[in-house]
């Protein structure tokens, strides 16, 4: 989360590279015709802390969403598609297209410049291509209202300058500037009328300093119910999402929410807490998180930490009743350099995860999507020369097809308790969680699996 989490040096800027001549003379050839009182964040009353055990995945009723949703996509980072060639481009999208999914993409940085270097004058050629992109491959849509311009937080106006996006893109605007920043959105709103859905923020960034500390939890909502109210009265139809904060876990530690994976920092719950309770409106709720431990410790292992998955979108759900929950970003492996995974491996620890997503409940998981232009890309959803796709591409394309949100998820078992099952009416998914060959009975069939094999098959 925000600069102290070890995973944002991977997916931190990811700005597009231009001239800085080229961009200034267009920012400036494209011109386009209040104070807030900081007050101390105030501390919301905590549940009790007392130590509970998680009890493991169990089906819950699915969310309340729309027919067909979705529920699987990515964020598109630093480079995407749109950043090769034309006709590399089109050949991602025309692959993405036969499984439309949702994409996602933020305002300023990962992959876009500053949208308001000017006060009221506006860059959209970045967001216009990405939305280009999402609109050539059918996806459904999805803006994260983050980041801000440079002088909504102390900066000058004008072309964002190098250290400015090394150093500040994560900054909050000053509260002196959450009015600007609403208003942004709500331009951002107007303008892309096809898109329905926006998340505001990323991470509580620039209100989250210090995670050992609380948040400014306070201020955040201030910032996220003038973006509500303004992109709601800009776009009545809009769909609008917060607080798009990050579910810390460590080993140890006082907080009500813990299992076999860890225990939740309790500064994410007083946040979350305060947020929901303050709020002048969620049409859904977003948050973010790792099944590693901020120590980059895997609790009890690669593929028991992934029940905090399950445990969080329970608790959320406990809270937030039939608001659909949506994970902005999941990640479930450490990023200290220490694990040395197998491409097979890797694959089966993000399967096993999204079943977690599944079977509790969760309405949507964004993949953060690791694209380069060149070299080599673990992760990546699309072949860097060819624009197919990649395991990892096919794995979300086939969650995507066949467990939309309205799936009606069935309690299927394995034989062996190291294949994990996923099932609804018409399709399983079996993952073999260990390291060796396994042969298992699952809905009356044997299936005889490889190590971390992921394996469909019919019903």
Not at 76 to 85: C, F, M
Not at 112 to 118: C, F, Q, R, V
Not at 339 to 344: K, V
Request: charged letters at 25%; hydrophobic letters at 35%.
């Amino acid at each position: 989360m925000g600069s102290t989490n070890g995973r944002s040096k991977r997916r931190r800027l990811g700005r597009l590279t231009a001239s800085a001549a080229a961009v200034a003379a267009m920012v400036l050839a494209m011109a386009s015709c209040g104070n807030v009182g900081a007050e101390e964040p105030e501390t919301p009353p905590r549940t009790s802390a007392a130590p509970q055990s998680a009890a493991r995945s169990e089906l819950v009723r699915p969310p309340e969403v729309e027919p067909g949703w979705p529920r699987w996509g990515f964020t598109h980072t630093g480079t995407s598609a749109n950043n090769i060639t034309e006709r590399f481009e089109h050949d991602v999208a025309d692959s993405l297209a036969r499984t439309p999914m949702l994409q996602n993409q933020h305002i300023m940085g990962f992959g876009a410049l500053n949208p308001e270097p000017y006060r009221g004058r506006f860059f959209w050629e970045d967001l216009d291509s990405r939305l280009n992109l999402m609109q050539e491959s059918d996806a459904t849509a999805v803006i994260t209202l983050c980041c801000a311009p440079d002088w909504m937080k102390g900066g000058p106006e004008g072309e964002t300058e190098d250290s400015a996006w090394d150093e500040h893109l994560e900054d909050a605007p000053y509260p002196e500037h959450f009015d600007d920043f609403a208003r942004l959105a709500a331009e951002v709103a107007t303008k892309y009328q096809d898109v329905k859905y926006f998340m505001v923020w990323n991470e509580f960034k620039g209100f989250w300093k210090d995670h050992s500390k609380p948040a400014d939890y306070k201020g955040y909502t201030q910032m996220y119910n003038k973006v509500y109210e303004a992109v709601k009265k800009a776009r009545p139809d809009a769909q609008v999402g917060g607080p798009y904060i990050g579910f810390d876990s460590n080993q140890n530690g006082e907080s009500e929410l813990r299992g076999p994976w860890g225990v939740v920092n309790q500064n994410v719950l007083d946040a979350f807490e305060y947020w929901f309770k303050h709020k002048k409106g969620a049409d859904f709720v977003v948050v973010d998180g790792a099944s590693p431990t901020d120590a980059h410790e895997l609790l009890p292992d690669e593929f028991g930490a992934l029940q905090k998955f399950s445990d969080v979108t329970k608790w959320l759900r406990n809270k937030v009743g039939d608001l659909p929950v949506w994970w902005s970003e999941y990640y479930f492996e450490p990023e200290d350099g220490t694990t040395q995974w197998s491409a097979e491996k890797i694959l089966a620890v993000q399967a096993a995860a999204m079943m977690e997503f599944a079977k509790s409940g969760a309405a949507t998981a964004l993949y953060w999507n690791p694209q380069e232009k060149e070299g080599p890309c673990p992760g990546c959803m699309w072949d860097q020369q060819t624009g197919g796709p990649t395991a990892t591409g096919e794995l979300i394309a086939s969650f995507t097809r066949w467990f939309p949100a309205d799936a009606r998820i069935e309690a299927v078992t394995s034989s062996d308790p190291r294949v994990r099952v996923l099932a609804q009416p018409e399709q399983l998914l079996l993952v073999n969680t260990s390291d060796s060959a396994v042969t298992t009975s699952v809905d009356g069939e044997d299936f005889q699996l490889q190590p971390y094999e992921i394996r469909w098959s019919d019903r």
